[in-house]
């Protein structure tokens, strides 16, 4: 079946890169998605990329598709104690541009 | 106004308890969604309005009933709820892309709701 898989937790001294990983199965996919959860707060796009890119790149955030090895990475440059947050990565069901499959979820947690 | 609106912030509610959740954007907006998010979990989509017509039901029991009075209006109503349905309700909308194109989500804040 469809799914998408994240680890739960990453941890990173302030002003390192993060890097966010993300595997997904549905190979049929047109956009992948990159969204962010604050403690208390709804979620908010972050960023998406278009299955037919392989880089994205905006501000401190560079995203990179293998599609080859249904991969997709978020990079976030000089992380910030304002980074601390939940990232979910997202790519549409077959059946529904609607209907998202959701990872899990990266608690990033920066370290002073 | 680039907001999703809902409203309350915070709810309590007994299993006896008829209650609604509102939840209201200005963007232009025509695809409204209602997701539940358990603590430390990824949102699960409950249902999708497009052009103010449920378009998608997840299986959702029936203790819920949302409602889309307008095109920038979304309502959940709640009825004989359950301890377990104590979660953060988060609305959501975007341009509706179906068919293709991104199909961003614009998402409000969320209520949180706990059943006694």
């Known amino acids: 079946g469809e799914d998408v898989e994240q680890s739960l937790f990453l941890s990173v001294r302030e002003g390192d890169s993060s890097v966010i990983n993300c595997t997904y199965t549905?190979?049929?996919?047109?956009?992948l998605y990159w969204y962010k959860q604050e403690p208390g707060a709804g979620l908010q796009l972050l960023t998406y990329?278009?299955?037919n890119m392989d880089m994205k790149q905006d501000q401190r955030l560079t995203v990179l598709l293998n599609k080859k090895d249904k991969h997709l990475s978020l990079r976030i440059a000089d992380t910030q104690t304002g980074d601390s947050a939940i990232y979910f990565c997202?790519?549409?069901?077959?059946?529904?541009?609607?209907?998202?499959?959701w990872g899990a979820g990266t608690k990033l947690i920066i370290k002073p | 106004d680039t907001e999703v609106t809902q409203t309350p912030k915070h709810l309590v509610m007994g299993m006896t308890n008829k209650k609604s959740l509102k939840c209201e954007q200005h963007?232009?907006?025509?695809?409204m969604y209602w997701y539940k998010q358990k603590a430390k979990k990824p949102p699960e989509l409950m249902f999708v309005y497009s052009y103010e017509k449920l378009s998608i039901n997840e299986s959702v029991p029936s203790r819920f009933s949302p409602e889309c009075p307008n095109s920038s209006l979304l309502n959940l109503h709640l009825h004989a709820l359950q301890p377990e349905d104590s979660a953060l309700y988060l609305c959501?909308?975007?341009?509706?892309?179906?068919?293709?194109?991104?199909?961003?989500?614009?998402f409000g804040a969320g209520s949180r709701l706990t059943v006694l």
């Open positions: 997202a790519e549409p069901t077959m059946d529904s541009n609607y209907q998202l499959i």
């Open positions: 959501a909308s975007s341009q509706d892309r179906e068919a293709s194109g991104a199909n961003v989500l614009t």
């Open positions: 549905d190979s049929s996919s047109t956009y």
């Open positions: 963007m232009g907006h025509r695809a």
């Open positions: 990329i278009f299955s």
